[in-house]
C-alpha cells in the first residue's frame, strides 16, 4: 500500500479512527442531508447507483428470488458512516433491522428524526465505531467512508469485526487517480456540486490498495465496478474504475 493512503495526521489510540474536523465538515451538513437540492445533492444521485449494486450483491450472496421485494428480511444490516440515513431508510425498507453509526451526532440526530418521520424503526449511534457494543451484522455498509478515516487498516478490522459468519460487506470509495482529482475536487467542489472540504485526493484507495487492506483484516474481496459519470448517463455502474468504484467482501475461506 502506498505512503498516499496514509499522508494525513492519524490518531490511532485506543482504537481510533475518526479525524474530529471530517466529523465537524460532515455534522454541518446535517440540517441539509435529506434536501435533494441542498448541500448533499450528489448523494442523492449517488444514492440509487449504490443501491442497484447492493441489491444485486443481495441477491447474489444470499441466492435469493430478485422479485421479493423485502430480500433482507430476518437479517440485520449496519450501516457505518451513515450520515443522515440516505442508505439506511432503503435498507430497511428491504426488510432488514438496520444500525446505522456516524462519527457526527448532529447526522445521527437528524436521521433519527427522518427516520421517525416515515414510519422506520432504525437504530442509530453516534461516535467510534469500535466502542460500540452492537455484535455483528448480516450485511454491513461503509459508502464513502474510507477516504475519510484516520486509520483505513483499523477501520477494516472494526468492520470485518461486525461481519457475522456468512455475511456480506459492501464499501465504495473514490478511486485516486487523475480523473477523480480533476473531476471531483477541481470540478465538483469548485463548482459547488459537492461541499468545498469534503475530499482530500491524497487520502482516496485504489482498488489495489482496498484489497491489500481487506485482505489484511481476513477479507476477501469481489471484483470492483466502476460508479461512472457522463453527461448523457448522469452517475452509473461502469467498468470504468477511474472516478469511484464498489466492491463487495467476505471473510476469506
Same mark, same amino acid.
Given at each position: 500500500?502506498s505512503?498516499?493512503?496514509?499522508?494525513?495526521?492519524?490518531?490511532?489510540?485506543?482504537?481510533?479512527?475518526?479525524?474530529?474536523?471530517?466529523a465537524?465538515?460532515?455534522? %454541518?451538513l446535517?440540517?441539509?442531508?435529506?434536501?435533494?437540492?441542498?448541500s448533499?445533492?450528489m #448523494?442523492?444521485?449517488?444514492?440509487?447507483?449504490? #443501491?442497484a449494486?447492493?441489491?444485486e450483491?443481495i441477491?447474489?450472496?444470499?441466492?435469493?428470488?430478485?422479485r421479493?421485494p %423485502?430480500?433482507l428480511?430476518?437479517?440485520?444490516? #449496519?450501516?457505518?458512516?451513515?450520515?443522515a440515513?440516505?442508505?439506511c431508510?432503503p435498507?430497511?425498507?428491504l426488510g432488514?433491522?438496520?444500525?446505522? $453509526?456516524?462519527?457526527?451526532?448532529?447526522?445521527?440526530?437528524?436521521a433519527?428524526?427522518?427516520?421517525?418521520?416515515?414510519g422506520?424503526?432504525i437504530?442509530?449511534m453516534?461516535?467510534?465505531l469500535?466502542?460500540?457494543?452492537?455484535?455483528?451484522?448480516?450485511? $454491513?455498509?461503509?459508502?464513502?467512508?474510507?477516504?475519510?478515516v484516520a486509520?483505513?487498516?483499523?477501520?477494516a478490522?472494526?468492520?470485518?469485526?461486525?461481519?457475522?459468519?456468512?455475511?456480506?460487506?459492501?464499501?465504495?470509495?473514490?478511486?485516486?487517480?487523475l480523473?477523480?482529482?480533476?473531476?471531483?475536487?477541481g470540478?465538483a467542489?469548485?463548482?459547488?456540486?459537492?461541499?468545498?472540504?469534503?475530499?482530500?485526493?491524497?487520502?482516496?484507495?485504489t482498488?489495489?490498495?482496498?484489497?491489500?487492506?481487506?485482505?489484511?483484516?481476513?477479507?476477501s474481496?469481489g471484483?470492483p465496478?466502476?460508479?461512472?459519470?457522463?453527461?448523457?448517463?448522469?452517475l452509473h455502474?461502469?467498468?470504468?474504475?477511474?472516478?469511484?468504484?464498489?466492491?463487495?467482501?467476505?471473510?476469506?475461506a
Amino acid at each position: 500500500m502506498s505512503d498516499a493512503t496514509t499522508s494525513r495526521p492519524s490518531n490511532t489510540s485506543a482504537g481510533q479512527t475518526i479525524r474530529p474536523d471530517e466529523a465537524a465538515h460532515f455534522g %454541518k451538513l446535517a440540517k441539509d442531508w435529506w434536501d435533494p437540492k441542498g448541500s448533499s445533492a450528489m #448523494l442523492h444521485k449517488l444514492n440509487p447507483v449504490r #443501491l442497484a449494486f447492493i441489491r444485486e450483491a443481495i441477491d447474489l450472496h444470499w441466492a435469493g428470488d430478485i422479485r421479493d421485494p %423485502k430480500p433482507l428480511a430476518g437479517k440485520s444490516a #449496519l450501516d457505518v458512516g451513515c450520515g443522515a440515513g440516505l442508505l439506511c431508510e432503503p435498507l430497511a425498507r428491504l426488510g432488514a433491522d438496520v444500525t446505522g $453509526v456516524d462519527a457526527a451526532p448532529e447526522n445521527t440526530a437528524a436521521a433519527a428524526v427522518h427516520a421517525d418521520r416515515s414510519g422506520l424503526d432504525i437504530r442509530y449511534m453516534a461516535g467510534e465505531l469500535a466502542a460500540q457494543d452492537i455484535g455483528t451484522f448480516d450485511l $454491513v455498509t461503509a459508502m464513502e467512508v474510507i477516504e475519510h478515516v484516520a486509520d483505513k487498516q483499523a477501520f477494516a478490522r472494526e468492520l470485518a469485526a461486525r461481519l457475522a459468519p456468512g455475511g456480506l460487506m459492501v464499501l465504495s470509495t473514490p478511486n485516486r487517480t487523475l480523473r477523480s482529482r480533476t473531476l471531483m475536487i477541481g470540478a465538483a467542489e469548485g463548482f459547488g456540486l459537492i461541499p468545498r472540504g469534503t475530499h482530500h485526493w491524497d487520502d482516496f484507495v485504489t482498488p489495489e490498495e482496498l484489497a491489500d487492506i481487506l485482505a489484511e483484516a481476513g477479507l476477501s474481496m469481489g471484483d470492483p465496478k466502476g460508479i461512472a459519470f457522463s453527461p448523457m448517463k448522469g452517475l452509473h455502474l461502469s467498468e470504468d474504475l477511474s472516478l469511484n468504484y464498489i466492491v463487495t467482501a467476505h471473510r476469506a475461506a
